[in-house]
C-alpha cells in the first residue's frame, strides 16, 4: 500500500509548473533531441530538482499530456452539456483540436517516437474517455453518427488531424472529410 500523495508545497508547485513550461517550449523546438539538463538550465533550476518531480523523459511527456488533457476535459464537459448530440460531438471534436493545434509539445508526447506513459495520468485519462464515449453513444445513438463508430475511432481521427498541423498540412480539410465518411446518412 502507498502514502496519499500530499498537495506540493507552493514552491515547489511553481519549480513544477516551470519545469512543464520549459520542456513544453523546448519539446515544441526541437522534438526528442531534447535533454533534462536543458529543461532544468530552461527553467531557472537545478537538474536535481527536475529530476525531483519527473524521473526521466517519459514521465515529463506525461505530465505535459495529464497537463492538456486537465483543459480538453473542460472543454468535454460543456461539450457533453450540448443538447443535439451532432453538434455535441463536432465541438468536443474540434475544441479538442483547436486547443492542441497550438500545443506542438502536447502533439509531440502523443506522436512522438516514445509511447506515452498513460499510468502517470490515468485518471485524467479516464475523466476524459468517459465524457468521450458518452458524446459518442449519444450522437450514434440518435441516429447522427455511423452506428459502428466507436470512442476509440475518435482517437483515430484526432491523431490524424495532429499529424497534419504541421508544415503545409490542412488539419481542418482532414477532419471535413473524416466527418463526411461517418456522418449517419439515410439511404
Not at 1 to 13: G, K, N, S, V, Y
Request: proline share 3%.
Amino acid at each position: 500500500m502507498t502514502a496519499p500523495e500530499r498537495p506540493l508545497r507552493a514552491d515547489a508547485r511553481r519549480n513544477r509548473e516551470a519545469v512543464l513550461d520549459a520542456a513544453g517550449d523546448l519539446f515544441a523546438q526541437r522534438g526528442d533531441a531534447v535533454q533534462m539538463d536543458e529543461i532544468a538550465e530552461r527553467a531557472g533550476l537545478g537538474v536535481g530538482t527536475l529530476y525531483r518531480h519527473f524521473a526521466d523523459k517519459r514521465a515529463l511527456l506525461a505530465a505535459i499530456i495529464g497537463r492538456r488533457f486537465e483543459a480538453i476535459t473542460s472543454l468535454a464537459r460543456t461539450a457533453d452539456a450540448t443538447e443535439d448530440p451532432w453538434t455535441a460531438f463536432e465541438t468536443l471534436l474540434y475544441g479538442y483540436l483547436e486547443s492542441v493545434e497550438a500545443d506542438t509539445a502536447f502533439r509531440f508526447a502523443l506522436l512522438g517516437p516514445e509511447r506515452p506513459r498513460w499510468n502517470d495520468i490515468a485518471d485524467e485519462k479516464t475523466d476524459f474517455s468517459e465524457i468521450t464515449e458518452r458524446i459518442v453513444r449519444r450522437a450514434v445513438g440518435a441516429g447522427r453518427l455511423r452506428a459502428d463508430f466507436r470512442a476509440e475511432d475518435f482517437v483515430l481521427i484526432t491523431r490524424g488531424a495532429m499529424a497534419n498541423m504541421t508544415g503545409a498540412g490542412d488539419w481542418r480539410r482532414h477532419v471535413a472529410l473524416f466527418l463526411e465518411g461517418i456522418r449517419h446518412r439515410e439511404d
